[in-house]
T-cell receptor, first 115, second 114 residues
């Protein structure tokens, strides 16, 4: 069975410092990986995805993620955190071939950026 | 475009009551789905639809029904509400699955079952 692990319930980082939100996955076949962000009382918003190609994926709001096949990881990163980045972040994985029923979300990591 | 809209935003039900959560999208997306979000459990797929007239079960379908009579609408019905169905419900849509399209989420419906 496929799975996603977000080992940290919360990550605290000072404004201006680099941030990393960790995600590891387990899936049979080729992984398609996603990061979503959820602001309070809002739905999830897409940040970025890895399908194939370059292991470093750039997304919205200055975020990027690095796909590491050997470590089965897809960590979300940003060089300089903003207070407005404070939100809940979800990693998701699906395998190919596979449909919506094959999407698995992580439990989420709350990012707190401290002014 | 309004994107994905959901109504109501918040609802309180008594055990045994029924209700319908509405979801609509104006992006002509073929794929729509319903998730529930519970603390510490991420999002879990309830039901999904790959087009008008076609629906299928997700990970946690028990206690919920869906139908898809039009491309735009995908209502979720709770037949007899139970406290275990207290959750935040999200509807999502995407154009297709072939090229791993990302999903667009609605703002959510918070449901409290007493």
């Amino acid at each position: 069975a496929q799975s996603v692990a977000q080992p940290e319930d919360q990550v605290n980082v000072a404004e201006g410092n680099p941030l990393t939100v960790k995600c590891t996955y387990s899936v049979s076949g080729n992984p398609y990986l996603f990061w979503y962000v959820q602001y309070p009382n809002r739905g999830l918003q897409f940040l970025l995805k890895y399908i194939t190609g370059d292991n470093l994926v750039k997304g919205s709001y200055g975020f990027e993620a690095e796909f590491n096949k050997s470590q089965t990881s897809f960590h979300l990163k940003k060089p300089s955190a903003l207070v407005s980045d404070s939100a809940l972040y979800f990693c998701a994985v699906r395998s190919f071939p596979g449909g919506y029923q094959k999407v698995t979300f992580g439990t989420g990591t709350k990012l707190q950026v401290i002014p | 475009n309004a994107g994905v809209t959901q109504t109501p935003k918040f609802q309180v039900l008594k055990t045994g009551q029924s209700m319908t959560l509405q979801c609509a999208q104006d992006m002509n997306h073929e794929y729509m789905s319903w998730y529930r979000q519970d603390p510490g459990m991420g999002l879990r797929l309830i039901h999904y639809s790959v087009g008008a007239g076609i629906t299928d079960q997700g990970e946690v379908p028990n206690g919920y029904n869906v139908s898809r009579s039009t491309t735009e609408d995908f209502p979720l019905r709770l037949l007899s509400a139970a406290p275990s169905q207290t959750s935040v419900y999200f509807c999502a849509s995407s154009y297709s699955e072939e090229y791993q399209e990302t999903q667009y989420f609605g703002p959510g419906t918070r449901l409290l079952v007493l």
